[in-house]
């Protein structure tokens, strides 16, 4: 697994950890334990013998899109840190004698890749749309090739905006809201593809064990909702008001480039999860199918 450390990282080892797998972490620094492997990608640095003969590799490497105000040098790191990383996976994978290959390959990637869909919904049929992070997930998922090409399974986890209180979307909310002075992000109106954390956890898991399902597959909720229904849901359990918008213009000084991806509409859909008439039927059971399930277990779970 590369990216164990992060956000979704740390959660899905300790829960693949609790189902019985024995995970090797790939770390850039000096290891601190057997369960540990250093690696490079920067320099395309990793011992093939690493990933020869395992089941399964886990990528979920790359800078947080929202832990910095970007600027050109943090838009390159954000661009290098994903592709560099799946890169050199892919191609240590494909290098491999066909019998010590991975099975699968669960290669991290993003919403993003639809850009701003204004209300139309998509599904993972939908071609890429325009901006910085469609252009960086276009070239993040292009560089699983090597492995695909290879014969290896590899499943590109679109993911939405998982909700926990340590992080991700909810975390830079929970302060402003709980001392009422939260509100909805510009207009309110762009549409927000949320995903439960547990519901994420559990749906990377069956997509580890189901060989029938590749390619890209949008890990997010069925039901996405509005900015503005977003912000009232939390409110409300939170007991707090809403009733201060953040301006478009506030946005962009306090968050620079990235203030347009957070005004970006992304009305986004599990399709690959959920939907009948494809060559497989995935038939993911969503634990937290609506918002309010899905916040109650974010901020109480």
């Known amino acids: 697994m590369a990216g164990a450390s992060g956000f979704l990282g740390t959660r899905l080892a300790a829960r693949l950890a609790d189902d019985g797998h024995e995970i090797t972490r790939l770390v850039r620094r000096a290891p601190r334990g057997p369960g540990e492997v250093r690696w490079d990608p920067r320099t395309a640095q990793l011992d093939p013998t690493v990933v020869a003969g395992v089941d399964a590799v886990v990528n979920l490497a790359g800078a947080g899109v929202g832990d910095k105000r970007w600027n050109d040098a943090y838009r390159a790191l954000i661009r290098s840190s994903r592709v560099e990383s799946t890169s050199t996976l892919a191609i240590k994978m494909a290098g491999l004698p066909t019998e010590d ?96 954390m547990v519901d994420w956890l559990d749906a990377v898991v069956h997509l580890l064990d189901r060989v029938d399902v590749a390619g890209p597959v949008n ?26 918008p953040i301006p478009a213009v506030a946005l962009k ?4 480039g990235f ?14 999860l959920t939907r009948a008439g494809r060559p497989y039927r995935s038939g993911f059971p969503f ?10 277990a974010a901020l109480h779970e």
Do not use: C
């Open 101 to 196: 290959r991975p099975k699968v390959l669960l290669n991290g990637s993003a919403v993003g890749w639809y850009g701003n869909t204004g209300d139309r919904a998509v599904d993972e049929d939908a071609p890429a749309g325009e901006g910085f992070l469609a252009d960086v997930v276009r070239v993040w998922e292009a560089a699983t090739r090597p492995a695909e090409d290879a014969g290896v399974r590899v499943v590109r986890l679109r993911t939405g905006l998982p909700l926990h209180r340590d992080g991700g979307l909810l975390k830079p909310q929970l302060l402003p809201f709980r001392l009422g002075v939260g509100g909805k992000l510009g207009n309110g109106r762009q549409w927000i593809p949320w995903i439960s």
């Open 219 to 244: 890990v997010v909720g069925p039901n996405p909702v509005r900015n503005a229904e977003f912000t009232r849901e939390l409110a409300r359990q939170l007991h707090r008001p809403a009733v201060m």
């Open 253 to 256: 000084i306090a968050l620079g």
């Open 259 to 272: 203030a347009q991806e957070a005004l970006t509409s992304a009305r986004v859909l599990p399709g690959v």
């Open 287 to 296: 634990r937290h199918p609506d918002l309010p399930s899905a916040l109650h």
